[in-house]
């Protein structure tokens, strides 16, 4: 899958033209912002996780860090990420360009409330130097959100 799956997805809501793609990689959260001449915490980042052998998607914002006791507390397991094979394998995107759009099906996807905060937000879409604008209701409809979580810190408004 890649940034074709992603606008193939997106063309299924007549979305498909407002995904942007770059000269210059958008691959972290600081060249992210970059690109899109935003702030680092507008960049809705997808982090792939496994989870009692399951893959799960948390979309964060850029500036929020994942909070083991918190993880534990929502998953029951210790935070595992996926190693950058096994997201291609079982997410089907590569790191760089992890979204929560036309990912291999079965897997969770998760909000973090760092994301409440904004508007809209930048998530990448299935390449290293792509992304499209959504508000927060769009990501929650278009990622098939599992539901909203808190296992992030250091955010700006974190409560």
């Known amino acids: 899958m890649s940034i074709e799956a992603v606008k ?4 299924a809501y007549h979305m498909e033209d407002r995904v942007m793609e770059f ?3 958008s691959a972290t959260v600081e ?3 970059q690109a899109l001449h935003c702030e680092p915490a507008r960049i809705a980042k997808t982090l792939s996780f496994s989870v009692k052998g399951e893959p799960i998607l948390i979309v964060a914002a850029g500036d929020a ?8 507390a929502q998953f029951d397991a210790k935070a595992k990420m996926l190693s950058p094979e096994e997201a291609v394998t079982l997410i089907g995107h590569a ?7 036309a990912i291999r099906e079965g897997v969770r996807v998760y909000l973090d409330l760092s994301l ?7 998530p990448a879409c299935g390449s290293a130097s792509s992304a499209i604008e959504l508000t927060i209701e769009e990501l929650e409809t278009y990622a098939k959100a599992d539901g909203w979580i ?3 810190k250091g955010w700006a408004a974190e409560a």
């Open 8 to 11: 193939q997805y997106f063309k």
């Open 23 to 25: 000269e210059v990689s």
């Open 31 to 33: 060249l992210a912002a």
């Open 65 to 72: 860090k994942i909070d083991n006791a918190k993880y534990k």
């Open 95 to 101: 790191v760089g360009g992890v979204c929560p759009f």
């Open 116 to 122: 409440k905060r904004f508007a809209t937000v930048f």
């Open 150 to 152: 808190n296992v992030c």
